[in-house]
């Protein structure tokens, strides 16, 4: 199932009269085998994509692969080999871990962040917490001297600092 491409002088098809030459599919070319067009690998390794069979061969064997895709019915076939090819990237950066490694290092980021959201949570409620009390000791203790038509914003700090309660300065 290789790629027609047309070339003059080559060897012409036997569905139409015009020359033919087929390309085999990355799985053949890497393997040097003839490329049929009964090849199992050739519609999930393009041969465009010869690194994406390269990282599965090197991990799973060409022979696993061929096997692995004859038991699959075909709908699955595809996903079947973007799998094997992700798990073949992750095992030839981590040989020892392979997607698991990087499964871990995913969980533990969720972990550092979940506790950096948990902090940031509490600083909120501690802010609102400060904002109410601060929102309280407007009410009790500078809008009553306030009352007496303040001017600009001077007249807001003098009023806060000449409150008549010293104990609302004490409390806050």
Same mark, same amino acid.
């Given at each position: ?12 098809? /036997? ?8 390309? /085999? ?18 519609? +999930?390794?393009? /041969?465009?994509?010869p690194a994406k069979f390269t990282m599965a061969h ?9 096997? #692995?895709?004859?038991? #699959? ?12 090819? +992700? ?9 020892? +871990? ?7 290092? #995913? ?5 550092? #962040? ?29 809008? /009553? ?24 300065? +004490?409390?806050?």
């Amino acid at each position: 199932m290789g790629i027609e491409v047309e070339f003059s002088g080559t060897t012409t098809s /036997p569905i139409s009269s015009s020359p033919v030459i087929l390309i /085999p599919c990355a799985a053949c070319k890497i393997l040097r085998r003839r490329c049929t067009p009964e090849c199992v690998l050739a519609p +999930y390794f393009p /041969p465009t994509e010869p690194a994406k069979f390269t990282m599965a061969h090197r991990v799973f064997g060409a022979g696993n692969i061929i096997k #692995l895709l004859h038991e #699959l019915p075909e709908a699955q076939r595809a996903d079947a080999v973007s799998s094997m090819v +992700y798990e073949a990237s992750a095992r030839l950066r981590d040989p020892v +871990y392979g997607c698991t490694g990087f499964i871990f290092l #995913l969980q533990q980021q969720i972990s550092e #962040l979940q506790s950096e959201l948990a902090k940031a949570q509490a600083q909120m409620i501690k802010i609102r917490c400060k904002n109410a009390e601060l929102s309280d000791f407007i009410d009790k203790c500078i809008v /009553p001297t306030l009352d007496e038509s303040p001017n600009s914003s001077d007249d807001i700090i003098a009023a806060l600092l000449n409150s008549p309660s010293s104990e609302c300065i +004490y409390n806050w």
